[in-house]
Each structure stands twice: as C-alpha cells, then as structure tokens.
C-alpha cells in the first residue's frame, strides 16, 4: 500500500506546458484553475464543459494534473485582485480612427480602467443610473471589441524583442464605452476617457488565456463583436497599428509591468461612434466580442437602480 501510493499521485501530473487557462466554478462548488478541453469543432473555450486542474501558479510555478472537473460556470480568467493594472491602448487600428474623424498617433495612447471594471466572460453588464437615458441625456452605450496581452512576469524598460517574452498568453475583452461622458461631457480637454470608460462590471474578459505557445504570432487573429447576433465589428489585428511586442516594450518604459497585468490593445473599425445612424446599446442588448483560437464573451446590458 506505502508504495502504490506515490505512483497513484504521479499518474495525476502531466509534464506539459498551459495552453487554455480557464478559472472556474466546478459542479462541486469550488473554484478551481484549469487547462480547458475544447469539444471537437471549436477552438471557443466558452463552450468548453470540462477543464484538466492546473496546481500552483498559472503567473509562476505550476502543474497541469490529469484530474478533470466538470465547469459550472466560467469565471474571469483571473479574480480581479491579482490585475495589478488595466491598461487601455486608443486609437490602434487606421480604419477606427479614420471612422471617428481622429488622427494617426505617432505612439500609443494609453488610459487605464479600474480592475472593479473587470467582469466574467458572461456575467451582465451593469448600467447604473447616471450612465441610464435621462430627461435631457441619451444614453450613448458603444462596444469595443480587443485583443487583450496577459503579462506574467515582471517587465521594466525591455526592447520589443523581449516584450513576448513577458506575455502568459492572450484573451478577447470588450472595453464597454459611454460616448457622452467620454466625449460630449468630457469637459476640456476632451475626451474624459475614464468617466466614459471605467465603470463597475465595463470589462468583461475571457473564457481563456490561450497560451503563448499556442498563440505565437498576436498579429494574425480574427477578431469580432456581435449585437443581439447581428455583427458589427470584423477585422484582424494585423491591422494593427502598435503590435502587442512595442505595446509591451512602450508601457515598460519607465512603468513596471507586473505579472497579472492586463493590456487591451485596441479596437477595429465597426463602433458605433462612427456610424451616420447609430443604434446605441440599450437595456437587455446582447453584446458578444470574439477572438479567433480563443473565444467568445458575450453579455447583456442591465439597467440597475
């Protein structure tokens, strides 16, 4: 009995690397990290229903088991403690700006949100009162589809042929967006990016982090948005105009980036602020964004009091 039991232990690790890190609520009422099984037909991990359990550390040491759980429900890739820092890229796709009458940068733009802005990859978007229709406001709700980096460890004043290097792995955000606070109360200087931005539950962000080794090349995926199933963005971040490698090397520049931190690299053409007649997001639109080998978020706008 003393000797079988290490074996029975060994035959539950897997020496392999991460490839879809999935956090969720299992079907036993824990949460757990996981390496995702996808169902056959689909690199989606939102539709994975089972995860192999990962030990340790996904940002640092850790083990891919044998163990499968099933998923309840997925959760964001990471709880929102562990993103030091949410940091927003404007202003990265030629035909965006082009569309919303803006200029070229000659470096990125860079804001940031909260991580209380941090949502699961299907969880309601909440609309609180002030960003709600009012007797003499109209609610201008947008959607960004975007690419987001995941770094997992620690990055300071590195060149760009170090910056993937530094990169866990790669997940689709939706960077929610209020165009009257950000720009028609922006005040002055306009635009007002955070008020307009940064609202509780106003990222939401998974299913996965499709892991580097996967995903070699950030340059050459599809990315999309879908508005109660019609689509409304569909572009490629080869159109880029800022790669994720000079992404990761400018914000180090004189910046620690910490492992656990979160970029989103920017939006295609496709918004609704650059529409002649646009439908703004209201009460109950199912908004879905999407990223090719890695997935889909998809969630519904809730009025709340």
């Known amino acids: 009995m003393f000797l079988s039991r290490p074996l029975v232990f060994a035959s539950l690790l897997l020496v392999v690397s991460g490839q879809r890190f999935v956090r969720f609520l299992s079907t036993d009422g824990k949460e757990y990290y996981g390496d995702a099984i996808l169902p056959h037909n689909t690199t989606d991990a939102a539709h994975s229903t089972t995860a192999n359990v990962i030990t340790g550390d996904i940002l640092g040491d850790f083990t891919i088991t044998k163990e499968v759980k099933k998923i309840e429900k997925l959760l964001a890739p990471l709880p929102s403690e562990r993103v030091r820092t949410v940091r927003m890229v404007g202003l990265n796709y030629v035909a965006h700006i082009n569309e919303t009458n803006a200029t070229i940068p000659g470096w990125p733009i860079l804001f940031y949100k909260p991580w209380t802005s941090l949502n699961t990859p299907s969880d309601p978007i909440p609309i609180s009162p002030g960003y709600q229709n009012q007797t003499d406001f109209v609610s201008?709700?947008?959607?960004?589809?975007?690419?987001?980096?995941?770094?997992?460890?620690?990055?300071?004043?590195?060149?760009?042929?170090?910056?993937?290097d530094h990169v866990l792995g790669y997940t689709v955000g939706h960077d929610v967006s209020?165009?009257?606070?950000?720009?028609?109360?922006?005040?002055?200087?306009?635009?007002?990016?955070?008020?307009?931005?940064?609202?509780?539950?106003?990222?939401?962000?998974?299913?996965?982090?499709v892991s580097t080794s996967i995903i070699p090349d950030p340059q050459v995926l599809n990315l999309w948005t879908k508005v109660n199933g019609v689509t409304m963005q569909n572009d490629t971040t080869a159109n880029m105009i800022f790669g994720v490698a000079h992404l990761v090397s400018f914000f180090s520049m004189g910046t620690t980036l910490l492992p656990g931190d979160v970029i989103f690299t920017g939006t295609p053409k496709g918004v609704n602020l650059g529409k002649v007649d646009p439908v703004w997001l209201t009460n109950g639109d199912v908004v879905e964004v999407g990223l090719e080998n890695v997935g889909t978020c998809t969630n519904q706008l809730k009025y709340v009091p």
């Not at 995941?150 to 993937?164: G, P, Q």
């Not at 606070?181 to 990222?203: H, V, Y």
């Open 140 to 164: 201008t709700m947008d959607y960004e589809t975007e690419l987001v980096v995941v770094i997992k460890k620690k990055a300071f004043n590195i060149t760009d042929e170090e910056a993937l």
């Open 178 to 209: 209020h165009r009257g606070w950000q720009i028609d109360r922006g005040g002055l200087p306009q635009p007002q990016f955070s008020m307009g931005k940064g609202a509780d539950g106003w990222a939401p962000w998974g299913p996965a982090i």
